[in-house]
């Protein structure tokens, strides 16, 4: 799979930024045009929150972070760039001279996507000497997380070029969906613009308040549409018989005067007042780079969540999620040393976010167990069980856990895992894993635990293959000569 080697950003505010933010945390070089006086400063914020983000939503290993140059001028940062995503303000005329600098500067096999909103890309094209490689690439924010990008041919646009935008796109994590024609605002603008309509019409009326109109999204059919879609989700809703007995039965409430979506809402002083004072009522506590945060802590647990389901395939958003780590895993993987036997194998990195503290401001008890999972899966990883291996239907299951918790890990605290193998078998692992402070040293926990080679598609346990015991046989020899580690074998509330 081919991706992107260097990116240049046209245009650095929050849709701009975001993009740097994914090319960047992707490995990918960025270099940003963008002649606000503060860019630097916004697009640093943008990256710190994508950064977090980052640092909450996955452990498999990032690639070394891409390095940010801003330049003075368009023609410096297309200079050897092979994506081009230009992220300037909705205006027909300025994206359109815009990108025909973009053209005139990049190399002729560049890509160059728009991030417009709703301008059809035949418009944008229209001045260009190499119109083939320019396309629409809408995405939706945050831009670092969200993984769509609509991708919309011009007239002018090869066929070729959205499925080479698609295939760069992948390895970063995002999904890339061709339309088959061209058409203003394109599919989720024209969604969201209905809806949008319709809940003006809501707020002018007075029906009911701005938090009230979000309280009825989320809490109902945004959670349906966050992993299964409108036609998924009416499917469902049809039963057995399916989406021509929901067709059949609601179809006709199409005819209805329910909305109001052909009549345009009068924007006047008095309701643009109205919607302002009730959205400051409903979120003016919240700053807006905390709002983002906020906003970045959700998705990522709804994408680890849909990560999770589908018998651990993964649904929707997360079934992306699951395949960028597989990517990094196999990346990352690829990259690693040969492990240092003469002492517990140093496995995991990581730090304790904001979305791991419970109301003490200490990491939370699921959480110790999630990053000795993520130490055990590591050591997975080391000997060959890897995604294609459980894929092919066996695994290791962990079986039995003793964990002991010995310090506090807090807010911030970087901390990193280790493992010492005591002895196995053909089908057996028992090892010992040990939490620790990366800045003190100090213990915060250990965990002694068992994992069985199975047969998932059988259900039993069977002797793993001697190609993996092979690769585990050299750890465990080189464990033995090691001191057994404090707490091994211990019993719940043993004494000391």
């Known amino acids: 799979m081919s991706g992107i080697q260097k990116a240049a950003c046209i245009g650095g505010g929050v849709i701009g930024g975001a993009w740097a933010a994914r090319f960047l945390l992707g490995g990918i070089d960025v270099a940003m045009y963008d002649p606000h006086p503060e860019a630097e400063r916004i697009v640093g914020e943008v990256l710190a929150n994508a950064e977090r983000a980052y640092g909450l939503l996955t452990m498999a290993p990032l690639p070394p972070k891409g390095k940010l140059t801003f330049v003075k001028t368009i023609e410096e940062a297309v200079a050897g760039a092979d994506w081009i995503q230009e992220s300037v303000p909705e205006r027909v005329d300025l994206k359109r001279n815009v990108i025909t600098q973009i053209d005139a500067a990049a190399d002729p096999k560049a890509l160059i996507g728009s991030s417009t909103s709703g301008i059809m890309p035949t418009e944008l094209q229209r001045d260009m000497k190499h119109p083939e490689r320019m396309f629409v690439a809408h995405p939706y924010n945050p831009v670092y997380l969200l993984p769509l990008a609509e991708l919309v041919g011009g007239q002018k646009t090869s066929p070729e070029t959205l499925e080479l935008a698609k295939e760069r796109l992948a390895p970063i994590g995002m999904k890339g969906v061709i339309l088959k024609k061209e058409i203003e605002a394109f599919v989720g603008d024209r969604l969201l613009e209905a809806v949008w309509r319709e809940g003006l019409w809501l707020i002018q009326d007075d029906i009911c308040d701005t938090e009230t109109l979000d309280d009825v999204i989320r809490y109902s059919f945004g959670m349906r549409w966050a992993q299964m879609g409108m036609f998924e989700t009416y499917r469902i809703a049809g039963g057995e018989a399916g989406m021509r007995h929901f067709i059949a039965q609601f ?10 979506l052909t009549d345009v ?3 006047t002083d008095e309701l643009v007042e109205k919607i302002a004072s ?5 979120s003016g506590a919240y700053g807006f780079r905390e709002l983002e945060r906020i906003r970045d802590e959700n998705l990522v647990g709804i994408m680890q969540t849909l990560k999770a389901s589908n018998g651990g395939k993964g ?6 999620l699951a395949d960028f780590e ?12 040969a ?5 517990p194998l140093r496995l995991i990195d990581t730090k304790v976010s904001a979305a791991w503290v419970d109301y003490n401001g200490h990491m939370t008890e699921h959480r110790y167990l999630q990053v000795f999972g993520d130490t055990s899966d590591a050591l997975l990883r080391l000997i060959g069980v890897d995604f294609a291996y459980v894929e092919a239907g066996h695994s290791y299951y962990t079986v039995e856990t003793h964990i002991r918790h010995l310090g506090e890990a807090k807010l911030g605290n970087r901390l990193y895992a280790t493992l010492q193998i005591l002895s196995t078998d053909d089908k057996r692992i028992q090892y010992f894993s040990t939490i620790r402070n990366a800045e003190t040293d100090e213990i915060v926990a250990t965990a002694e635990q068992l994992m069985l080679h199975v047969d ?17 046989k050299p750890i465990a020899d080189a464990h033995a000569t090691l001191p057994v580690p404090d707490g091994v074998g211990r019993s719940v509330g043993q004494k000391k």
């Not at 649904?315 to 992306?320: L, V």
């Not at 597989?326 to 040393?337: M, N, P, R, T, V």
């Not at 998932?456 to 585990?472: M, R």
């Open 251 to 260: 179809g006709p409430c199409l005819s209805w005067p329910w909305t109001k």
């Open 326 to 337: 597989k990517h990094l895993w196999a990346q990352g993987g690829a990259k690693k040393e």
């Open 456 to 472: 998932s598609k059988a259900g039993k346990s069977v002797a793993a293959p001697a190609e993996v015991l092979a690769k585990l």
């Open 315 to 320: 649904w929707g958003s997360g079934k992306i």
């Open 278 to 282: 009730q959205s400051d009522a409903q």
């Open 265 to 267: 809402v009068d924007l």
């Open 339 to 343: 492990p240092d036997l003469s002492q």
